[in-house]
């Protein structure tokens, strides 16, 4: 019996990730990735993480939320899906929500530095920056 091999490279897995979007008197929150994370060190990039097996996507932003900025998420709103890739090669798939409401006060409980940033250019990603560009625009309806 031959045995048939397949020449086609398996497919990488994609992460589901969230990414919050919270923006207050014309500057959105961000955070500052370390220098020596395994991904995409020292960028400036809006807040967020992975979705864990069999969690939904508005769970897994009010978790993500709670652990890294200590705030509890009340409502939010859908923005967007992109595909993205870190610079460790994970290839990502980012759900981004805009925190509409929020209780508690915002901290960084992670090793990432959280600070708000009003020079939208200071963002290292240019998705990053249309979104929250289209979100402080005043026509903006999200």
Do not use: F
């Not at 955070?31 to 993480?49: H, I, M, S, W, Y």
């Not at 990432?112 to 005043?138: A, C, F, N, Q």
């Amino acid at each position: 019996m031959t045995s048939i091999v397949s020449t086609h490279s398996k497919r990488k897995t994609v992460a589901e990730c969230v990414s919050g979007v919270l923006i207050a008197d014309g500057a959105v929150l961000v955070e500052k990735r370390r220098a020596d994370d395994d991904a995409d060190p020292g960028l400036v990039l809006l807040p967020g993480g992975h979705v864990e097996v069999g969690e939904s996507l508005t769970r897994a932003l009010k978790r993500e939320m709670r652990e890294e900025l200590g705030i509890r998420v009340e409502k939010m709103t859908p923005i967007r899906v992109r595909y993205y890739t870190a610079s460790n090669g994970e290839r990502q798939r980012i759900h981004y929500l805009r925190i509409n409401d929020w209780r508690g006060k915002i901290r960084s409980n992670e090793t990432e530095t959280v600070y708000w940033e009003s020079d939208i250019s200071h963002l290292s990603d240019t998705i990053d920056r249309k979104i929250v560009l289209r979100l402080l625009s005043p026509v903006s309806r999200v």
